[in-house]
């Protein structure tokens, strides 16, 4: 029996890059493995303990006890991830959840953890439990942390402090699993860990094969100016910025000379908007977006305040084969595809003069794939002989 936790809601929803990850990860070894794959996660409104299979995986989401106890007494009403309650309470919570699962961890065959803000792999150790932990932080936050720390004082607190509780979490693991070969050398570099293997992040999206792109691209209705994508993601800092970045620097380019599409929860953005070439199209289901990427020249990532997480916006647009505009962030640890031009910008005054540049430049593709390298889903997968090394793990269990 192999055992998971995580601190996520509900990462079968797949609503973020972290969530495909985990979920994508959990799923192919329940295809290999002989055995249940029991994951228990935290969830911020439940009350009770739920089960729930998906895709063989069997998710049991327990209630935060502290953190609901402490929003009734306060009221409180946000319930949103990563809301200040929650990171007051996360720790205690999370040892309140490993104390739960103790009886059910001895037993494991092998322990998974998922979350870089995670300390469960810590306390399952003084808990008394030796069995072999595999521990995935998704991305080296550390990185995000760094690059604000140069700019404020709090952040270089909270660096520090990271830091520290990294370094408890990697030293009770037995292997750290890491997205990119950068992720691993600056794991091994920063925080020596016993062992460290490299599954990277799974592809958000695939075509079925090359015709299926190809009668998607013939619903584009002019190849005479390039077509953009900014696939936005959720409410947040770093995509609200690139939101309005985006529309400050395409609002100022004549209509007849581009087109971009904004995905993503950001409608109230409408009002900023000022060019008739600019839709803000919202959240949209997986077969659009594979259309629209299809339809698109270039994808957009000015993401310039965040190295962290599973670049789901690059690796969506490297599955459809666009070339590139994004900050050095954007593309941390991505192996980009032969064919696929990347177009580096460190800031929005870098940005506008290589959109600009683009357009100017503008050649006529009218071949349906243009020449690109399309991501099919028979090639779609994570390497297998990572989570066949990952596998092996359960064998050398310590007791």
């Given at each position: 029996?192999?055992?998971?936790?995580?601190?996520?809601?509900?990462?079968?929803?797949?609503?973020s890059?972290?969530?495909?990850?985990?979920?994508?990860?959990?799923?192919?070894l329940a295809k290999?493995?002989?055995?249940?794959?029991?994951?228990?996660?935290?969830?911020?409104t439940?009350?009770?303990t739920t089960?729930s299979v998906?895709?063989?995986?069997i998710?049991?989401?327990?209630p935060?006890?502290?953190?609901?106890?402490?929003?009734?007494?306060i009221?409180w009403?946000?319930?949103?991830?990563?809301?200040?309650l929650?990171k007051?309470?996360?720790?205690?919570d999370?040892?309140i959840?490993?104390v739960?699962?103790r009886?059910?961890?001895k037993?494991?065959?092998?322990i998974?953890?998922?979350?870089?803000m995670s300390?469960?792999?810590?306390?399952?150790?003084?808990?008394?439990?030796?069995?072999?932990?595999i521990?995935d932080?998704?991305?080296n936050y550390?990185?995000?942390?760094?690059?604000?720390?140069r700019?404020?004082?709090?952040?270089?607190?909270?660096?520090?402090?990271?830091l520290?509780?990294?370094?408890l979490?990697v030293?009770s693991?037995?292997?750290?699993?890491?997205?990119s070969?950068i992720?691993?050398?600056?794991?091994?570099?920063?925080?020596?860990?016993?062992?460290?293997i490299?599954?990277?992040n799974?592809?958000?999206?695939?075509?079925?094969?090359?015709?299926?792109?190809?009668?998607?691209?013939a619903?584009?209705r002019d190849?005479?100016?390039?077509?953009f994508?900014?696939?936005a993601?959720?409410r947040?800092r770093n995509?609200?910025?690139?939101?309005r970045i985006?529309?400050?620097?395409?609002?100022?380019i004549?209509?007849?000379k581009?087109?971009?599409?904004?995905?993503?929860?950001?409608?109230?953005?409408?009002?900023?908007?000022?060019?008739?070439?600019?839709?803000?199209?919202g959240?949209?289901?997986?077969?659009?977006?594979?259309?629209?990427?299809a339809?698109?020249?270039?994808?957009?990532?000015?993401?310039?305040s965040?190295c962290?997480g599973?670049?789901?916006?690059?690796l969506?647009?490297?599955?459809a084969?666009?070339?590139?505009?994004?900050?050095?962030?954007?593309i941390?640890?991505?192996?980009?595809?032969?064919?696929?031009?990347?177009n580096?910008?460190?800031?929005?005054q870098?940005l506008?003069r290589?959109?600009?540049?683009?357009?100017?430049?503008?050649?006529?593709?009218?071949?349906?794939?243009g020449g690109?390298h399309i991501?099919?889903?028979?090639?779609?997968?994570?390497?297998?002989?990572?989570?066949?090394?990952?596998?092996?793990?359960t064998?050398?269990?310590k007791?």
């Amino acid at each position: 029996m192999i055992l998971a936790y995580t601190y996520y809601n509900s990462p079968w929803k797949r609503w973020s890059g972290d969530d495909e990850r985990i979920h994508t990860i959990l799923s192919s070894l329940a295809k290999l493995h002989k055995n249940s794959i029991i994951v228990f996660n935290l969830n911020l409104t439940a009350k009770t303990t739920t089960i729930s299979v998906h895709d063989d995986v069997i998710y049991v989401s327990l209630p935060r006890r502290l953190y609901s106890l402490l929003s009734r007494i306060i009221q409180w009403s946000r319930h949103y991830d990563l809301n200040p309650l929650m990171k007051l309470t996360h720790y205690v919570d999370e040892f309140i959840t490993a104390v739960k699962m103790r009886r059910d961890l001895k037993k494991a065959d092998m322990i998974l953890v998922f979350g870089s803000m995670s300390l469960f792999s810590f306390y399952t150790r003084l808990l008394g439990v030796k069995k072999t932990i595999i521990y995935d932080p998704l991305a080296n936050y550390s990185q995000t942390l760094y690059l604000r720390s140069r700019r404020n004082m709090l952040e270089l607190l909270r660096y520090g402090l990271y830091l520290s509780l990294h370094k408890l979490e990697v030293g009770s693991a037995d292997v750290i699993v890491c997205p990119s070969r950068i992720d691993l050398e600056n794991e091994v570099h920063m925080f020596k860990p016993k062992k460290a293997i490299i599954i990277p992040n799974p592809m958000p999206i695939c075509y079925e094969d090359i015709k299926e792109y190809v009668n998607l691209r013939a619903r584009r209705r002019d190849f005479d100016r390039p077509y953009f994508i900014l696939l936005a993601g959720g409410r947040g800092r770093n995509n609200e910025e690139a939101v309005r970045i985006s529309i400050e620097i395409f609002n100022d380019i004549p209509p007849e000379k581009f087109k971009l599409f904004i995905t993503g929860p950001w409608q109230d953005m409408k009002k900023y908007v000022k060019n008739l070439s600019i839709e803000l199209l919202g959240v949209v289901p997986k077969e659009k977006l594979k259309e629209l990427l299809a339809i698109s020249d270039y994808g957009l990532s000015p993401v310039f305040s965040h190295c962290a997480g599973t670049f789901l916006k690059v690796l969506s647009y490297i599955s459809a084969g666009l070339d590139i505009i994004a900050s050095p962030c954007s593309i941390t640890g991505i192996d980009i595809p032969k064919g696929i031009n990347v177009n580096l910008v460190r800031n929005k005054q870098e940005l506008a003069r290589a959109v600009k540049e683009i357009i100017g430049k503008h050649v006529i593709r009218r071949q349906m794939t243009g020449g690109r390298h399309i991501t099919s889903c028979r090639d779609h997968s994570l390497k297998m002989e990572n989570l066949l090394d990952l596998l092996t793990y359960t064998k050398s269990s310590k007791g």
